[in-house]
Structure formats: structure tokens, C-alpha cells
């Protein structure tokens, strides 16, 4: 029997942990998390484990479609890979014609492979590639840029060495990074204080020192009184804040009012446990690390929420501190070379972002985009007509709110494509769908992880595909091909991967070992000096001239966040451990484990309308309505109810998730234009519903 083991790359969700993959006459026979890796110690969680039932699964795109009914009517023609690739690259010939290369939109989920799909864009000659990060963590990105001119993952999560963490709207033990959850675990082991501050009482919450149940969407209001502590009582890092901080006065000007006893009766948290946390922090600084948040498209004060989170990091020290977080070194900042970029294969197009991005909203980082607006665009026709749309491992008709309205906006299209692994409603209303390889199936393009210590890391084919599906680098070579973009042409992989390591000092061999290459021995923490900081002044600018000259305020006064009418609650949404977004419902052993979602709802504002525990209760907001089992619980907020996302499929071609639990996106009509003004991101807690007893 022909045995055979791999190094590569976890594709369950978005993290990409490093995994090892065997393999018995091309059939993959088991995965672990790869054992080099440091932090993993092997393991994976529950959706990785699920990686082999993702190849088995039958219910999935198994060869290219092109549409034969109307939108979203589900008649398909099975056609060939030349078929499928002649039919998209002649319909965006025939678009670049009319309407230019700039009428092309892409979308994708970021990450570290992004690098091709960026590349095949600007072949296109269009400057609108974009990500999901809107509906995601642009507000914490756009708040990191603001305060530090870094981007949010420039600094480390130093969990591991970790004296304090405080886990704010982040549920790190359910809400998974295999390695996260391994160090907060040691770190706890050797005497890590964790608060977590939630609307729910969450596994996270279950291994914390302190708990504390805050009113939905007023954070800021209890940051602003930690700050307020901090300043007041003189407990911040006077040396750090003296050397590293601008505007430090006018901080303290604007909290002086935000006290404790003013923040208990926003937030529902007494005023001597937000001091009592402020002194404890103090005292285990500058080793504190406050989570800035992750999935932070929620409110339209997000932003603000992310930026006291950093400022708060900054008072305790935090900033570029072992066991805060530290700077992320780049392949530069340990004397190595990173890459040879694909994207630079290519001129950057000179044409404005649709989105706006960059021109019309200046405080943007125009990288990623911000889709939302993109759609708006789209819908409009302003500033030029979006004509083509490809959703690339991307499924924006169930993570953009108002799926309904989205659609209407898709009508406008000459050209839908979705580029996927699973089915997604996005890839159901397509005009095309291109069935990628699922990940233990494909091989992806060589990629770094910036860090203390940086590496490079390789994606390898475990198995050939099942189907006829193909990896990234065959769909947008074999588009690039038939559009004449030939610099993108490789013929193998191996030859993009030695185009990519070029000048790098690394061989393709060198990634047999361990799957990685690290481009440093061990750990490097870089000191907080005037290069670091990519602000203007080289400071933590807690005033910005960026944001300020945006028309927006840098330090914005509090507002308390809209009252639900009576009988109405806040729609909440998060994750569970077992799923990814909307895309493992389906998965044969991950459904086993959750076949549906229930609706979370506080135990006394349930009993108060005769409700019991179990009971299905109808859902009602934005013109729709749908019928869920509740769950009935003190460990939720009573003006909250909660949906874990991804549920509430509706295609036929997946009958074990089909009809089961309720999407959360359907409640939030309109939501496409609720949204965080200084941060980008979808506002997406902004919603109420309304629950019924079915008599
Ligand atoms: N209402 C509501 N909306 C949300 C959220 C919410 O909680 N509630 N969460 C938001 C968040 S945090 C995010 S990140 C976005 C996510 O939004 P998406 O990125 O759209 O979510 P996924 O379900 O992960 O969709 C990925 C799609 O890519 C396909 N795919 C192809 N190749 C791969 C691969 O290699 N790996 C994976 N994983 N998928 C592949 C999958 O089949 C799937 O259809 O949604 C956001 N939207
Ligand atoms: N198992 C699993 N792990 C994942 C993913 C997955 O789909 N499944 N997706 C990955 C992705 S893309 C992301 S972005 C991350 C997301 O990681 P997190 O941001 O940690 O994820 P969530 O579960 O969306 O939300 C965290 C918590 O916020 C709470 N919350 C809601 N509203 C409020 C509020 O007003 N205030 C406070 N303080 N808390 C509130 C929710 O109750 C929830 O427990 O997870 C990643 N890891
Ligand atoms: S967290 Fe789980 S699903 Fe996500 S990449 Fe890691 S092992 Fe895979
Ligand atoms: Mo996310």
C-alpha cells in the first residue's frame, strides 16, 4: 500500500492552522495539526478533524455549471472545464470591451494566499478587489491604522506570556485559532488572570476570573470608565505613555466625565468592579493584553469600541510589550527578504475604487476595500458600472446583510461567478459556478506568517481530487491563459513557487521537513522605537489627523445604542465550535455534531410570555419571519436574543442542512446602509426582532 504523508495547511476556516495530512493509496486516511508547529501540539479542532468528510461529501459542486434557468432557479448545465473557462474569460472580454477593465468586481476572504487573487485583478486592469473584511474586522484594522499606522495583525497576541487577558467580544474558546486557545490554556495553567466581558455567559466566560454580563452595545461606555481609572487614579505607564503617547492630556479631558458610577448605569456592571479590574490590570502590566476584538461588524460605535480596547493597551504598557503585543516581525524586520509578490507581476490600475475607497472616504485603507459600498456601486451605477462580480471563496448573500436587497443589486449584473468548494446561496444564484478543489485536495501558492518569528509555509496536494475540481492557481491560470494575462501563465506549481522564492535564499526543498521555513531561529521581540510606529509623529496618535480631517471625531463622545421598543429584542449572532460561517452545515460529520441552531433567549423575558425551554417560537423583523426552537437561559443578556450564524439553508441540493435553524442575516432589512462610519464595517447588531408564542 502506498503510504504517504504531507505538510500543509488546515482550509476549515479562516485561520489556516499548520496540519500534517496521510494518505493510503490516495485516500486520505487522517490529519493532525502539523507537530513543528509551535503552539499547536498537534491539534486540530473539531472542523479540521471534519477535512475528510468535506472530500466525501457528494453534496457539494463536483464540476463546473453554467446557469440554465433564471437566477437562482437552480437548473444547471454540467459542462467541461474549457467549456466553463472559454464561457467566463469571453463574457469579461466582452464586458472589459464595453464597459472597461474597472467594471470588474472580486471578492474574496483575504488571508494569506490573497496575493494571486490580487494579481489576477490588476491583470484585469481593475482596481476593485475587495474582501469580506466589512462584514468582519475592518473596524478593528481601521482602528489599529488609526492610532498605531499599523495594521491589526502587526501586533502579536502574546497570550502565552500573558500576566491579564481581557476578552472582550471574543469567545476565544469557542470562536477558534488552535493556537490561541493553546496558550491562553498555558498561560492560565501558570497563573494568567482571563476576564471576559460578553452579552452571554460563553465557554470562554466559564474559565474566567471574572465575568462580567454587559448591556449589548454599550463596551465603550465601560472602556471609556477603565480608561477613566486608569487616568484618574495615575495607574497607567507614565514612562511608556510619556515616551510613546501624543495627546495624552486631551484624553484625559474627554473621560473625565465617563466615571465608574456613570458607566454602571449604561453598561449594568457596578461601578467598583470596572475600577477593581482597572487597579488589576495595573498591576500585572505592562503583560496585559486587552483583545481589540475580531468579529467586530456589530455596532455603528464598533470602532470606537476597538480603539479605547488599543488605547487601553497603550495606558498598561501593552504596545510592543512579551506578554502584550508585541510587534509582528515581516520577513524585512529580521533582515530576510519576503516573496516576490504576484501581484507586482502587473501595474496598478490608475483608475478611483468603485467603493470609494481611498478617494471618497479618505480614512480608508483602500487594500481591502469595503464591499458594502462596492454593492452600493453597483446598485447606483456611481461613480462607473460594476458589470461582472466573482465571488471567490466567498459567500456574501449569506455574510452581508439583507440577502433580499443584495440580490436586487446582483441584477445589474451581466456576470456572476462563484469560485467555491461547497454550495453557497451566493453560488446558487450565480451565472457560473467553478468547483475548487476542498483544500486537502489542492495545493495553494507559497505564503508568509509574519510574527515574532516569521515564516514561510507551504499548502501541498494530500489527495488528487475525488471530482472535477481544480486548485486556485489552475481556475485564474487557465482565465489569465484565454485573457492574454501571461505573466500570470505558470505550468506548474512549482514554477510559480520558485518565481515566488526568488531572492528569498529558500528552495522548494527546504519546506520537506516541517511543511515551514523559518526565516529566524527563535523569537524576536522588537523594541518600540520611532520606526515601528507608522503614525506621522512616529507616536500612538490618540488624535488623528487622518480621522479628524475625515470630518470625524478622534475621541467621539459616548451615545448610548438605540432601546429595543417594547416586546422586542437585539438581534446577536456569533459562532459555535463545531461550525464555520455558513459552509460545514452540510458537512456529513460536522452536522452529526449540530444539526441546528436554537434561539437564545434570557430565561425570564422567555417565562414572562409563557414560554418554555425547547418550545419552537416564531421570529419576526424586516418583512420576514421563520419558526426556531428557543433556548431558554440565564446566561444571556434579557434585551439580547442570540442566533449561532450559518444556519436556516435553503438550497435542496444539501438535504442534511436543508430547512434547518434560522440565518440571522434575513432580520436585518436595510442593513447594507447600517453601518460604521469611521471604522467601514457592517453595523449588523443594529436590528430587533420580535418573538412570538406559535398557539
Ligand atoms: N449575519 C451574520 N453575518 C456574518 C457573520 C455573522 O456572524 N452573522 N459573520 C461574519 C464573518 S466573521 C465573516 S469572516 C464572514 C464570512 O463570510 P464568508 O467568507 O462568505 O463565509 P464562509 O461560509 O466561510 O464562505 C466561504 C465560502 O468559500 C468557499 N470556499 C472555497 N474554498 C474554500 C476554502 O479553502 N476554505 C473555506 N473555508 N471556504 C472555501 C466555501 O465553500 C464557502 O462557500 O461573514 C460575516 N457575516
Ligand atoms: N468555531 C469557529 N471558529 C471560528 C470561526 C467559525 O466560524 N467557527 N470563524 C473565525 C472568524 S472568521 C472569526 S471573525 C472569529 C470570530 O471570533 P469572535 O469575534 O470571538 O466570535 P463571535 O463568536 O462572533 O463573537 C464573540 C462574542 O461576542 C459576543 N457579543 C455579541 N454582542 C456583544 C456585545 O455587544 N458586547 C460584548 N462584549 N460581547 C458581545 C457574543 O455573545 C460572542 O460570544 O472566529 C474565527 N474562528
Ligand atoms: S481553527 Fe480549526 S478549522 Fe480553523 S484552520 Fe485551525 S484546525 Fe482548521
Ligand atoms: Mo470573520
Redesign the pocket.
Known amino acids: 500500500m502506498a503510504k504517504k504523508k504531507v505538510f500543509s495547511v488546515c482550509?476549515?476556516?479562516?485561520v489556516r492552522c499548520p496540519i500534517e495530512v496521510e494518505s493510503e493509496d490516495g485516500v486520505c486516511t487522517f490529519i493532525q495539526g502539523n507537530p513543528h508547529a509551535a503552539g499547536i501540539e498537534k491539534a486540530l479542532c473539531a472542523r479540521g478533524g471534519a477535512g475528510i468528510a468535506l472530500i466525501d461529501d457528494d453534496e457539494r459542486p463536483r464540476h463546473p455549471l453554467i446557469r440554465a434557468g433564471k437566477r437562482g432557479e437552480g437548473k444547471w448545465r454540467g459542462v467541461s472545464w474549457d467549456e466553463a473557462l472559454d464561457h467566463v474569460a469571453g463574457a469579461l472580454k466582452r464586458i472589459m470591451e464595453s464597459h472597461g477593465g474597472r467594471s470588474i468586481l472580486f471578492s474574496d476572504?483575504g488571508g494569506p494566499f490573497r496575493d494571486l487573487h490580487q494579481a489576477f485583478v490588476r491583470g484585469l486592469g481593475s482596481p476593485n478587489y475587495s474582501n469580506?473584511d466589512a462584514?468582519?474586522a475592518r473596524n478593528v484594522e481601521h482602528a489599529a491604522l488609526s492610532l498605531f499606522g499599523l495594521s491589526r495583525k502587526d501586533l502579536v497576541y502574546d497570550y502565552r506570556n500573558a500576566g491579564h487577558v481581557v476578552l472582550q467580544t471574543r469567545n476565544l474558546f469557542e470562536s477558534i485559532n488552535v493556537k490561541e486557545v493553546n496558550d491562553l490554556v498555558a498561560a492560565i495553567s501558570h497563573g494568567c488572570k482571563l476576564t471576559v466581558v460578553d452579552i452571554r455567559h460563553t465557554r470562554t466566560a466559564a474559565k474566567a476570573d471574572r465575568f462580567f454580563m454587559i448591556r449589548p452595545g454599550t463596551d465603550y461606555a465601560f472602556n471609556l470608565a477603565v480608561i477613566h481609572v486608569l487616568l484618574r487614579e495615575r495607574l497607567y505607564d507614565e514612562d511608556f505613555a510619556g515616551r510613546h503617547i501624543k495627546d495624552l492630556d486631551r484624553l484625559e479631558a474627554f473621560v473625565r466625565p465617563y466615571t465608574p458610577r456613570w458607566a454602571e448605569g449604561e453598561t449594568g456592571i457596578p461601578a467598583e468592579e470596572i475600577a477593581s479590574l482597572a487597579r488589576s490590570l495595573a498591576e500585572a502590566g505592562p503583560a496585559v493584553l486587552w483583545h481589540p476584538g475580531w468579529?467586530t461588524?456589530r455596532y455603528t460605535d464598533s470602532f470606537y469600541v476597538c480603539r479605547s480596547a488599543y488605547i487601553i493597551n497603550a495606558l498598561l504598557g501593552a504596545i510592543g510589550a512579551k506578554g502584550g503585543l508585541p510587534l509582528a516581525n515581516t520577513p524585512g524586520a529580521v533582515g530576510r527578504k519576503g516573496l516576490k509578490k504576484l501581484v507586482d507581476l502587473f501595474p496598478k490600475p490608475g483608475e478611483k475604487r468603485a467603493d470609494g475607497v481611498g478617494w471618497r472616504h479618505p480614512q480608508f485603507d483602500p487594500g481591502a476595500g469595503l464591499l458594502h459600498l462596492a454593492f452600493k456601486a453597483m446598485q447606483a451605477g456611481d461613480p462607473y458600472p460594476l458589470k461582472a462580480y466573482i465571488a471567490y471563496?466567498?459567500?456574501?448573500l449569506?455574510?452581508?446583510?439583507d440577502p433580499e436587497a443584495l440580490k436586487g443589486i446582483f441584477e445589474k449584473l451581466d456576470l456572476l461567478v462563484s469560485v467555491?468548494?461547497?454550495w453557497?446561496d451566493t453560488?446558487w444564484f450565480s451565472d457560473v459556478v467553478l468547483p475548487?478543489s476542498p483544500?486537502l485536495e489542492r495545493e495553494s501558492i507559497l505564503a508568509c506568517k509574519n510574527g515574532l518569528k516569521p515564516y514561510f509555509f507551504v499548502r501541498q496536494r494530500a489527495v488528487e481530487p475525488r471530482f472535477d475540481t481544480r486548485a486556485d492557481w489552475e481556475i485564474l491560470g487557465g482565465l489569465a491563459k484565454r485573457l492574454g494575462m501571461v505573466p500570470l501563465c505558470f505550468e506548474t506549481i512549482e514554477d510559480l513557487w520558485n518565481y515566488q522564492l526568488q531572492g528569498t535564499g529558500v528552495r522548494i526543498e527546504d519546506f520537506a521537513a516541517t511543511g515551514m521555513v523559518p526565516l529566524v531561529d527563535k523569537p524576536h521581540y522588537r523594541e518600540l522605537d520611532e520606526t515601528a510606529l507608522k503614525t506621522p509623529s512616529g507616536r500612538i496618535e490618540l488624535v488623528s489627523d487622518r480621522l479628524e480631517g475625515a470630518g470625524l471625531p478622534s475621541l467621539k463622545p459616548y451615545e448610548p445604542p438605540k432601546k429595543a421598543e417594547k416586546g422586542k429584542f437585539r438581534i446577536t449572532?456569533?459562532?459555535c465550535p463545531v461550525h464555520?460561517?455558513?459552509?460545514t452545515m452540510n458537512n456529513p460529520l460536522l452536522h452529526e455534531q449540530m444539526p441546528e441552531n436554537v434561539l437564545w433567549m434570557n430565561r425570564e423575558a422567555g417565562e414572562n410570555m409563557n414560554l418554555e425551554n425547547g418550545e419552537e417560537v416564531e421570529v419576526s423583523g424586516s418583512g420576514y419571519r421563520g419558526r426556531i426552537k428557543v433556548r431558554l437561559t440565564d446566561f444571556i443578556h434579557p434585551e439580547a436574543v442570540f442566533l449561532v450564524?450559518?444556519f436556516g439553508h435553503s438550497l435542496p441540493v444539501e438535504t442534511r442542512a436543508f430547512g434547518k435553524g434560522l440565518s440571522?442575516?434575513l432580520f436585518?432589512r436595510g442593513g447594507l446602509e447600517v453601518w460604521d462610519e469611521a471604522g467601514g464595517g457592517v453595523a449588523?447588531q443594529e436590528h430587533f426582532v420580535t418573538v412570538t408564542k406559535i398557539a
Do not use: E
Not at 11 to 14: K, Q, T
Not at 393 to 396: K, V
Open positions: 482550509g476549515m476556516c479562516s476572504r469580506h462584514s468582519c468579529m461588524a471563496r466567498h459567500d456574501p449569506m455574510g452581508f446583510p467555491t468548494f461547497s453557497s453560488a475548487l483544500y449572532f456569533g459562532r464555520t460561517q455558513g459552509h450564524h450559518g440571522d442575516s436585518m449588523m
